[in-house]
């Protein structure tokens, strides 16, 4: 299935900053309320379900040149258009 790309920023930031973010998004998702996410001309707005796919990822990426790696965490969430999220994993996640 292709992928079309609404928004995209990325920018660095110090570790304080990035947890405002990511209460605000923690915030939205707790009340059920929309996400917007506006940088520049680009703007989103998203209605996450009341039961999303929450996937976290950590990577590795290595230059094929060798030299220094980029390493990554990953959140994202994922749901049908027009679906209601309903649960399709089981495995619990602890982050410490």
């Known amino acids: 299935m292709p992928e079309e ?25 707790e009340s059920g309320g929309d996400i917007s996410l506006s940088a520049g001309d680009q703007s989103v707005t998203l209605a996450p379900p009341a039961q999303p796919t929450f996937e976290v990822k950590a990577e590795r990426e290595t230059p094929s040149g060798g030299g220094q790696g980029e ?21 619990s996640l602890n982050i410490e």
């Open 71 to 91: 390493l990554s965490i990953e959140f994202e969430l994922e749901w049908d258009e027009g679906g209601d999220g309903e649960q399709t994993g089981d495995s």
């Open 5 to 29: 790309v609404l928004f995209k920023t990325e920018r660095r930031m110090n570790r304080t900053e990035v947890a405002s973010y990511l209460r605000t998004v923690a915030e939205k998702l």
